[in-house]
């Protein structure tokens, strides 16, 4: 009876999505394949255009199957992850867990720790700044094409001129000047914050995402909170630096949950590597495309050292050995594929993970700080 | 925990977690699916280029005599040209080069080493 009453939230969330799911094939479903069709109703063509842009692009590449196919992944996908988040109150029912949860979202850190992190992070602000600064004074000519998204949407629908383009890039610059003379720090990380989404906004208003910055995008969420830790003294365990860490390791593990949600075991086969490294026509990438076992273990490498940032989560003496193998990574798409930059910001957000204090290690056994 | 430090734990998973489970890019948040999507056999890779009206022919335009990157204009010719609004693009586009009466958008289809353009004109927009 008390096991029972245990998981009764993740019960009660099951019973609850099965339900859900019965509704959308039901009710949903017929709607999506109407609109696969090409008649979409007034509510879906709403909803399309909403979240799902693309599909009018796509719609002229892809079969329906394909769109068909896409939506119900959507639900199994919601499904997964609302069953797996109804097992976060069981961590609350008692001391133990609920301690075991709080060493958990806490990573060891010291003020060597905070300089060391804050100092590289910033270097790669400035890289990141005369990056965006350039590429937003080569766009200009296409500035009839832009398309404003997000807080660009409520500033001005229009591309900025290129004055405005220096204007923001040299407050974004004394922005980071300020933390280097120790004024208004927490500020200063917000101000760049605001800059960085900015004009990450005007990058991206061109109809192409990548995802060069993100990582480093999502540690500068955290970091006025880690600046805020860190204002008068410096404590031996930051929630801030650990939630840095959760959320690079979350985007690698959903990188390759997407892989394998999407194409199955298929992706592992080498024809897939292949292709591209025609395609992008380098020289090292094009010798490799000709050995499908080696292919195949590159696919494979790259699988599984996306994922093992989950196992680093719990096992934190292995995350060295895990960030050698996304550096190696990182670097096999530069070097193979053309794609980055020999100073990438995946791999430089690594100091996260690198530089926790050395005098407060977990213990490899529980996970938890000795 | 503070209700601060709850609600960033909550917005910052929520900004990971919705475009994995919704498939799509919730800027400033996007979805992780490179190279997700298996490649197909025999896929072809396409290539689209424009030509501009000169004397008695056209002449393919080169994107760095107007100051713009290939890889930029080449993903909005795409994106434009599948969403029926390739005459749209090329009356933005002529703005930038205002001489030209006539502009054309072509495609190139390549499939593993052989390339061949297609005969036909995909669009055409006169001034």
Redesign the interface.
Known sequence: MEKINKYRIPAFTLIFLLMGGFLYFLLIRPEVINATQGNPSALMRMIIET??P?F???Q??FNPEFFLA?AD??LY??MM?CFLLSFIPLFFQNKVQKEKL?NFLLAPSSEKTFYIVSFTLLIMHLFIIHELYTSLL??I??A??YKA??LNEIISGLYPSATTIHILSILWSLSLLLFFIKKLRVASGIISLLLF?WM??YY?G????D?SF?TF??IC??LP?YYHENRSTFPQQS?ALR?MQI?VA??YV??A???IT??GL??L?P??LQ??LV?HQMKAGLWIARFDILCSFLLLGAFLIQISFLVGLFKRNWMPWICLGGFIFHMSTYFLMGIGHWLNPWFVVYVVFLFEAPNLKANDKTGLLV | ?STG?KL??IL??A???LP??????L??F??????????Q?H?T?ERFEIYYQQDAGFRLLDPNE????PN??H??I??YY??NEGAV?LQ?LS??KPTPQTWRIYSYKIASDISEKDSTVLVEWRK
């Not at chain 1, 061109?206 to 995402?209: D, T, V």
């Open positions: 979240f799902y693309r009018f692009i796509e002229n590449r896409k992944m959507v996908r919601g992850v709080n080569d766009r000519p296409l009839s094409f998204r997000g989404t990450q906004g991206f061109f109809e192409k995402i995802h993100y995008f999502l969420l955290l909170f929630w939630w959320l979350g985007v959903i990188s949950l997407e892989k999407v194409s298929q992706w086969n024809y897939n292709v591209h395609q | 925990m430090r960033i734990y910052t998973a900004g990971l977690l994995f489970v919704l498939i799509t890019d800027y400033p996007f979805r992780l699916g490179m190279f997700a999507e298996p490649v056999p896929q890779q107007l100051s713009i990157n930029n204009l993903y909005l795409r994106n599948y969403r693009f933005k703005d930038l």
